[in-house]
């Protein structure tokens, strides 16, 4: 899977990337990478790529030109129109099923903005996709660009160690994860769930589905109405409520 990145801070996007399991599926070959800086497409020798808002106002809006024409150098090598996501916080809130739906893709073009915005007229001519990653405001679109592309790769095929868990995942779609215990056993006088260490497989199995649905209840209640609850699930739900 090929990653675009239209940026003025290519540096920033590289450096962010480069690490960790994104650095080796880089390494491995399984995705890349490639920050495009637009200021190499200015209009001119000055490098200028934003200029005053026409109607006034504060701030500066990059212009047209060197989007298009950056946008055009990753159309011509690829071959075919890509998807662009435009990273803004009027954009569709990012979140796993997205992440599902753009890992299908061959190349994705994330499309960074600063200063106060884009012009729009590129917008409506290249961007096929408004993403945000949550209600608050970042200084530019590189880091979001950066969190799309991590929770992507990972669904790609051989970028985890184990390629049992991002498929088990999906099973458990819309439960939080379960709690995790490492040795030591004993830690400061809080010991593990015993049930763990009973190496009774499918006690585990129950043990750890149920703290699922009450993590979800307790900490995430509005996930709970898109779980895909057994019969056996609901049982236990009821169990709990019962006791309160
Ligand atoms: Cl995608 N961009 C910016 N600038 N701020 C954000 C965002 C995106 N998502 C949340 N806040």
């Not at 480069?18 to 599926?25: F, K």
């Not at 996709?129 to 530019?140: C, E, K, P, Q």
Request: with cysteine; net charge negative; glycine share 8%.
């Amino acid at each position: 899977m090929n990653f675009h990145v239209l940026t003025l801070f290519p540096e920033m996007i590289n450096d962010g990337v480069n690490t960790s399991i994104t650095g080796r599926a880089i390494s491995k070959g399984l995705i890349s990478v490639n920050a495009v800086n637009i200021r190499d497409f200015a209009g001119n020798k000055y490098g200028q790529v934003d200029d005053y808002p026409y109607g006034g106002g504060a701030g500066m809006v990059m212009q047209p030109g060197p989007v298009y024409r950056s946008y055009e150098s990753i159309k011509e090598k690829i071959g075919y129109k890509p998807r662009v996501i435009y990273l803004t916080p009027q954009g569709k809130v990012f979140n796993q099923s997205m992440a599902e739906e753009f890992a299908e893709e061959k190349d994705l073009v994330f499309l960074c903005g600063h200063y106060e915005g884009i012009d729009e007229r590129v917008l409506e001519m290249i961007v096929t996709d408004n993403v945000s990653i949550g209600d608050y405001v970042l200084t530019g679109g590189e880091l979001p660009s950066m969190v799309m592309i991590d929770a992507i790769s990972r669904l790609v095929p051989g970028v985890l160690n184990n390629d049992v868990s991002a498929e088990f995942e999906s099973f458990n779609d819309n439960l939080l994860e379960y709690p995790q215990y490492t040795r030591p056993a004993e830690f400061m006088g809080k010991e593990v769930p015993p049930i763990l260490l009973s190496g009774n497989h499918p006690k585990v199995d129950e043990w750890r589905r149920q703290q699922s649905i009450l993590r979800t209840m307790e900490r995430r209640p509005d996930l709970i109405k898109d779980a895909n609850l057994t019969s056996a699930d609901k049982k236990y739900i009821r169990s709990l409520e019962e006791n309160d």
